[in-house]
């Protein structure tokens, strides 16, 4: 059997982390790279091998030759692109968020069922070796029955601008941006509870402190700090139908004294820390034990994690597994995520059928 044929559409910074682990992989040939910014294409094709360069994704559509696409763009185009490839038969890998809307989740949902293809939705954290380990803990019912979580994403300075800061483009600020990363981990090693009610603020009083200085932060391949229409910060309630509860809070700007990174659960025999580095703590013998498994990775590697979830990927398009993060998680997540910005913008908890 062939390679499995790989276009990757937007090739900005994340880009780099598909492309790098799809070359790694033996099964794949990277062959096609499409950017608005041609010459921003045309890098990232020399630098990785890829043959063809594409502007229009609509023409990598039509590319028959092409098996499988990575669509690493502007949060509002997941939606469309992922449906015109799956309607043009290519399996899909969308980075998160999946999309920016309930409404065009679940038309998505609803093109990956009617085209038969894989959809696997960029939650690359749930691939990370981290998780993957307590996931087995928690298969083996070592923390028993989980009711509580927290999501903790807090950068000081850290709203990268341009696009991100876009609400039309992005959707949002950090909560859709880097809060669902945490948010979505616990949700999956919870056992993906159904959301029963959400009360939550967002905040809009700092902005994106452009004024500081000596302090670097990251920012988006196309840099510009003059628009910025999204939350500073977004704290969230989170009440599942099984009775278990999720508390988040996430932040672009927020007056803290560091950045924070926390994701934690709490169970009826045992508790557990994902981030800022895995833990499992229990009770044996009248005695509280924090145990610390030793693996290689405590804590999330990025280029690890990126490989683990483009090797998934491949061998779900192969039919050889199914992928941990199909698209009606994603429907699920993009449920909560509204959720959150709808009950911030009423001022009161929101409740779901
Ligand atoms: N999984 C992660 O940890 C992670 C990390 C960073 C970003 N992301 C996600 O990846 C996506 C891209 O983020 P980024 O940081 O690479 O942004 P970026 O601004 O660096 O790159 C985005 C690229 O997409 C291109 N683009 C936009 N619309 C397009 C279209 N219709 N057709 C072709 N190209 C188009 C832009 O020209 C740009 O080059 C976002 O959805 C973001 O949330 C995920």
């Known amino acids: 059997m062939g390679k499995l044929k790989i276009g990757v559409i937007g090739a900005g910074s994340i880009s780099e982390a598909h492309l790098g682990a799809y070359v790694n992989n033996e099964k794949v040939e990277l062959y096609a790279i499409c950017d608005l910014n041609e010459q921003r294409a045309k890098d990232k094709a020399e630098k990785f091998g890829a043959k063809k360069v594409y502007v229009d994704y609509n023409e990598l559509m039509n590319d028959p030759e092409i098996d499988a696409v990575s669509i690493c763009t502007w949060n509002n185009t997941h939606a469309e692109i992922a449906t015109a490839a799956v309607n043009s038969g290519k399996h899909v890998l969308v980075e998160k968020p999946m999309t920016t809307s309930v409404e065009k989740a679940l038309k998505l949902e609803e093109a990956v069922n009617n085209s038969g293809k894989k959809l696997q939705v960029g939650f690359v954290r749930r691939y990370a070796s981290n998780t993957q380990i307590l996931k087995n803990f928690i298969e083996k019912d070592e923390l028993g029955d989980i009711y509580f979580a927290k999501a903790t994403c807090i950068r000081r300075l850290g709203n990268p601008g341009g696009w991100f800061s876009d609400v039309e483009r992005s959707g949002g600020g950090p909560l859709i941006d880097i809060g669902v990363h945490v948010i979505d981990v616990l949700w999956y090693l919870m056992g993906r509870p159904k959301v029963k009610s959400i009360s939550s603020n967002t905040y809009n009083k700092l902005g994106n402190r452009k004024n500081i200085k000596n302090l670097s932060f990251y920012q988006a391949a196309d840099y510009d700090p003059e628009k910025n229409t999204v939350e500073d910060m977004a704290n969230a309630m989170i009440r599942f139908e099984n009775g278990a509860s999720m508390l988040v809070d996430v932040s672009f700007t927020l007056h803290a004294k560091k950045d924070e990174i926390a994701v934690k659960l709490y169970g009826t025999k045992g508790g557990a820390e994902v981030e800022p580095e895995l833990a ?24 690890d994690g990126f490989q683990n979830e483009i090797n998934h990927f491949v061998d779900t398009c192969l039919g050889e597994k199914e992928t941990f993060s199909p698209v009606q ?4 997540m993009t449920k909560i995520l509204c959720g959150i910005y709808e009950s911030a913008e009423k001022g009161k908890e929101i409740y779901f059928e």
């Open 280 to 303: 499992i703590i229990t009770e044996k013998h009248d005695t509280i034990l924090n145990v610390t498994p030793q693996v290689d990775s405590l804590t999330f590697d990025f280029i």
């Open 329 to 332: 998680d994603g429907v699920e």
